[in-house]
């Protein structure tokens, strides 16, 4: 399943500083539907995404009914992204047991 969206760049403060781009409501709703087949426990979603020129693995954290996509330092820095930006993402969900569209 691939998804295309653009999200805002949150800073989730605690022990240590995390970065997320949040999942629009539409393509939440997409994810939702097929998260069963995708989810390896804990409601996250394992994907592969790309912002820019940079590909990454990660997944999916479920928050609010919604998701987060996590942003690692190591994605952020070359990016030059910091709360309060908007990211363009391309994303794949990565299903358990092979892939699906």
């Known amino acids: 399943m691939n998804v295309v969206f653009t999200g805002l760049v949150i800073e989730w ?11 629009p409501e539409e393509e939440a709703a997409d994810i939702r539907e097929v998260a069963a087949m995708a989810t390896y ?17 990660t ?11 996590p942003l690692k330092g ?8 910091s709360a309060g930006d908007r990211a363009s993402v391309e994303m794949t969900v990565r299903f358990q047991g092979g892939s699906r569209k």
């Open 13 to 23: 403060r605690g022990p240590s500083p995390f970065y997320f781009v949040t999942v």
């Open 41 to 57: 426990g804990w409601g996250v979603i394992p994907v592969e995404a790309r912002i820019g020129e940079l590909t990454f693995a």
């Open 59 to 69: 997944s999916l954290f479920p928050r609010d009914g919604g998701y987060l996509l």
């Open 74 to 81: 190591a994605v952020r820095g070359p990016l030059g992204l």
